[in-house]
């Protein structure tokens, strides 16, 4: 009977996602360097979770921080931050709560475009939307992923028999950041559905294709769904440690892991056991390898921040376009406010949000890719990573906006 239950309790802590009940998210403004060292000392000592910056070596005067604080170390980080002096409010009184309320649409598993969808639900899609706009799409598998799953890539863009030149941009690099692979979701579907009505996308399709790899993390992301609503990393092993997953946006070859970025496997910003080590980074590498010549620009979708970043991040030293990146980020960043007022930050990584070496965004950057962007989409941290269904469609309408903007600028200077 004892051992029954024992199996029991292994199966449900096997099993069960883990849950989030009594769980807060605090926000911290260091206002000194001691401020710094507590929240690093909290970060080193105490399991809590870091929602922004990525990690706790990432902090930094005057910058706000976000993090996760399980229920049973609230008392001890209370503690701490009080005698630190340090503003501190309460963004989530309720992780638990929050992760239940931003589903709002859950009744359904069907697909849609505003609402979130699982990794099954995704790669239906790719097919069913695929096969119903054969005309403007077609797929291709660019690799598998480490637990094996494929990685889909689609290629919109009128079939006219020439090279095309092209953009790249992937959405789902990170797991817990799921309005990203909404994004993916939904532009696919505005560009074929605003094709032939819509005179800009119709240029756009006409005289270029996006390739557009819906989801890059599929391990991770699946297993946000499956396990912990707040995994970010792959979901590879490292040898020698207990950790899993590496952070794939530090496993780029661009100063790969000298800032911003660990040599720690149980860190979330561990930057891998060298340069690709995940077959994720390498599959999208060597995709972007062997489309040089066509890819001019490379945008990637994360969350939250509301920010439009360029190279680099790696070093402080401004990129060789700067100038022209920062006038098309700010033309972007203007149409996508003129629908909503969502404001953005835009600018290059290292400065406008924080250094941090082995992007993909600097790696394309160095390449050759011209036009290289971070996008970090909604919020300011008032829901984080938990946005609601409810803000999809906004969040995706507007930062078509932008998009379509960057596009046009690629278009008439290649
Ligand atoms: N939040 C993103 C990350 O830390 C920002 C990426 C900016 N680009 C970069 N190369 N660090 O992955
Ligand atoms: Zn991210």
Redesign the pocket.
Known sequence: MKVLLLLGLVAVALCEPVKFVGDKVLRLTPGSEEHVTIIKEIGDKIKVDFWR??SAD?VTIGKTVDIHVPAAQLDMVYTILHQSGMEVTVMLENLQAAVEAQLDKRATKAHGYTKYNDWATISEWVSSIAAANADLISTQVIGNTYEGRPMHLLTIGKKTGSAKPAIFMDCG??AREWISPAFCQWFVNEAVTTYGTDSEMTTLLDSMDFFVLPVFNIDGYAYSWSNDRMWRKTRSPNSGSNCVGT?P??N?D?GWCTV?ASSNPCSE?YCGSSIESEIESKNLANFIRSNKAVVKAYL?V?SY?Q?L?F????TYDLAADHSELLSVSRGATSALTSLYGTRYTAGP??AT??????????WAYDLGVRYSY?F?LRDEGFYGFLLPESQIQPTCEETMLAIKYIATHVLNNP
């Open positions: 910056p990525d990432l690099f990170h952070d946006n530090r780029f661009a911003g910003t990637t994360h921040s920010m970043l190279p680099y991040s790696y990584g290292a949000i924080y250094p941090a070496a082995g992007g993909s965004d600097d971070t970090e």
